[in-house]
Structures are given as C-alpha cells and as structure tokens.
Nanobody
C-alpha cells in the first residue's frame, strides 16, 4: 500500500489558521500519486471519525463536510506527491486528530468520497488543537 505522512497540526487560537500536508510515498507497481483520490478525516475524543474533505485524482472533484465549507480548502500538488488541507477561521470544535487517506482510482477519475470505509490506505494522524 501507499504510505501517507500527515503533518502540520498544532495548537492555534480560535480564528487562526493551519495548513495540513499529506505526503505520499511507496507507490506499488506502476502507480503514481495522481492515481489516487485523497480524503481528509478527523476524529475528536469520544467521537466517530468523520470525513472533512476529499479530492479526486487530478483535482477535478472536491467535496467538503458542511461543518467546514467556506473555511477549509483542499488541494493537491501531484508533482510533489502531496495533498493539503488549508484550515482557516478555526473553531474549538475543529479540535481533533486529522488523518489523510488514499484510494486507488486511476488517473483522471472523478471519484472521491467522504466515507472513511471507502479508503484503503491511511496515514498516522496529526493533532489539531484550537483554543477558545
């Protein structure tokens, strides 16, 4: 499976911003980063993992959870094998461990999903803490 490394978490005050990165490596066979859809998920203490945003293999299809629309922006740079989650206007309720995940779809696919069970490859989480 592809290996994913999430980074960029930290402590920020309410209203602040953070940018998370998800670096991919170790692609099997002849796969490349642009063969994968990427999803960002988060899990707060005592809560289920929830989809935050997702982007298709070449970025043509993007979705956001209602709770982050207008505040978060997902993007990807396929030349750097990295996806990003720009988080602005952060709120205390955004506090969670954030994970990135990848699903092999083939380059050019418009598929992406906010469903965690749709993704096969997961990175370790990065903690985001928003203080009030």
């Amino acid at each position: 499976d592809v290996q994913l490394q999430a980074s960029g978490g930290g402590l920020v005050q309410s209203g602040g911003s953070l940018r998370l990165s998800c670096a991919a490596s170790g692609f099997p066979f002849d796969d490349n980063f642009d063969d994968y859809a990427i999803g960002w998920f988060r899990q707060a203490p005592g809560k289920q993992r929830e989809g935050v945003s997702c982007i298709s293999s070449v970025g043509g299809s993007i979705s956001y959870a209602d709770s982050v629309k207008g505040r978060f922006t997902i993007s990807r740079d396929n030349t750097k094998n990295t996806a990003y989650l720009q988080m602005n206007s952060l709120k205390p309720e955004d506090t969670a461990v954030y994970y990135c995940a990848a699903e092999l779809t083939g380059s050019g696919s418009s598929w992406s999903s906010l469903g965690a069970n749709e993704y096969d490859s997961w990175g370790q989480g990065t903690l985001v803490t928003v203080s009030s």
